[in-house]
């Protein structure tokens, strides 16, 4: 069991790296973990509204490669800049809480694919530049 200090109340999204599986919105990561594995779990602060939950860029599920994100609420827009392999396929996962459905998607000059499964869109597509500014409107 894995309690947030100090951050009572507060729900989280934990997204793990190797299996794809998604835990959230909670309040403690608990999970049995077995003998002789390993999980990566991308955790953050559910904050109501869509958000980049993880990546495949890094087993940090975005540290090193999430340059910017920035959601506009009056657009209904998130959008960022990462930085990418050029030439790699890439796949973020965003959370989509209820209340939210996408309506275009573009990253770095391309149409993504996009898939929806549940409360999370994974985003696929190769860059053709090392940085690639993208969004999503909902």
């Known amino acids: ?76 827009r998130l959008s960022g800049r990462s930085r990418l392999v050029r030439g790699w396929p890439h796949r973020m996962v965003l959370h989509v809480p209820n209340g939210f459905e996408a309506r275009g998607v573009s990253a770095g000059g391309v149409k993504p694919e996009s898939e929806a499964k549940g409360e999370l869109l994974i985003l696929r597509f190769t860059p053709t530049a090392d940085e690639v500014d993208w969004s999503v409107s909902f």
Request: include cysteine; charged fraction near 25%.
């Open 1 to 76: 069991k894995l309690d947030w200090p100090g951050k009572t109340g507060e729900e989280y999204l934990a997204y793990e790296f190797w299996s794809g599986t998604f835990l959230g919105p909670m309040k403690q990561l608990d999970v049995e973990l077995p003998a002789m594995s390993c999980r990566v779990y991308a955790v953050r602060r559910a904050v109501g509204r869509p958000q980049v939950l993880s990546t495949d860029r890094h087993v940090t599920g975005g540290a090193v490669d999430i340059l910017a994100e920035k959601w506009d609420p009056a657009a209904r």
